[in-house]
């Protein structure tokens, strides 16, 4: 079971909490720079003014303990369904097998439901093996290939 915790908007001062988390496992220590913050919070002030984007954090006490974020994409496929796409779901790593990141993901599909979509989505580095079996767990299915083309 989780401990007590809650799940709210991020607000700008959690920036350097969530650059920490995003930098702590072996894939995000090769992409993210702790050290730099201004490109993170440039990121931050656009994300958090739109109204396509929801950036949310996970704080037990006065700790950041957990973040992702949803993007709301409106389609005309699927008639015309709102998808709710998941990116950069982390735990800190004392949090992690705590119940936290099932917490993090049914309060996604919360708000995905809350905003009409019909598809909450995600893609996962193949190396993450782990996260793969915990959002099969969740109900996720590996229904697609996802394809990316790096352009810096």
């Known amino acids: 079971m989780a401990r007590e915790s809650r799940i709210r908007r991020a607000e700008a001062g959690d ?6 988390l995003l930098a702590d496992d072996p894939l995000g220590r090769l992409r993210e720079d702790v050290e730099d913050l201004a490109v993170y919070h440039a990121a931050f002030t656009a994300i958090d003014s739109d109204p396509n984007q929801l950036l949310a954090v996970a704080e037990r006490g006065d700790d950041v303990v957990g973040t992702l974020q949803l993007t ?3 389609g005309l496929s699927r008639r015309a369904a709102t998808r709710a796409q998941v990116e950069g779901v982390r735990v800190h790593r004392d949090e992690r097998k705590s119940g936290l990141g099932g917490r993090l993901m049914e309060w996604a599909e919360r708000e995905a439901r809350t905003r009409g979509c019909t598809i909450l989505q995600l893609t996962s580095d193949a190396a993450r093996t782990d996260a793969h079996r915990f959002y099969e767990r969740l109900g996720f299915r590996p229904t697609h290939v996802g394809f990316k083309k790096d352009l810096a």
């Open 15 to 20: 920036v350097p909490a969530i650059v920490a």
């Open 72 to 74: 709301f994409v409106p």
